[in-house]
């Protein structure tokens, strides 16, 4: 049974969730790194591709060989799909990521504001505990020194 395309996405959205951000950027750079080697590789196909092409035109006969130059040229469109599929892989992580950060993100903020307002009350509670500690230790010394 075929899926269709939404759901192959939603598939794959699903699986993603389930890797740690470190790895998922792992993941993309591997996957940028692919689409590099396929460009350099669809780049020597295409110069291999036009050597044979002026070899076949500068020969003058009817090309006889041409087994090579179609083994190339699907090696072409193997390399070129591959590319693309990397692409879209790579621009669908960046879509993921974004998300999660606009997702993520107000979760965070609303953490900090949690986070500043209990830091500010623990301060506020330490400056009154240092104030009443003053107050004793003047008192003190006013015993101290009425001795």
Do not use: Y
Not at 118 to 123: S, T, V, Y
């Amino acid at each position: 049974m075929a899926t269709s395309k939404p759901e192959q996405e939603g598939g794959l959205a699903e699986r993603l969730t389930e890797f740690s951000p470190e790895r998922l950027v792992e993941e993309v750079i591997s996957a940028w790194d692919e689409i590099n080697e396929a460009s350099r590789e669809n780049a020597v196909l295409r110069q291999r591709i036009s050597s044979l092409e002026s070899e076949v035109a500068g020969a003058g006969d009817p090309p006889q060989g041409r087994g090579p130059t179609v083994e190339l040229e699907e090696m072409l469109r193997v390399a070129e799909g591959r590319v693309l599929q990397l692409q879209r892989s790579l621009e669908n992580e960046r879509v993921r990521r974004k998300e999660a950060e606009e997702r993520g993100g107000s979760t965070r903020v609303d953490g900090l504001l949690e986070e500043n307002a209990r830091l500010l009350k623990a301060e506020e509670e330490n400056l009154m505990l240092i104030l009443d500690m003053e107050a004793q230790i003047e008192r003190l010394v006013a015993l101290l020194d009425g001795d």
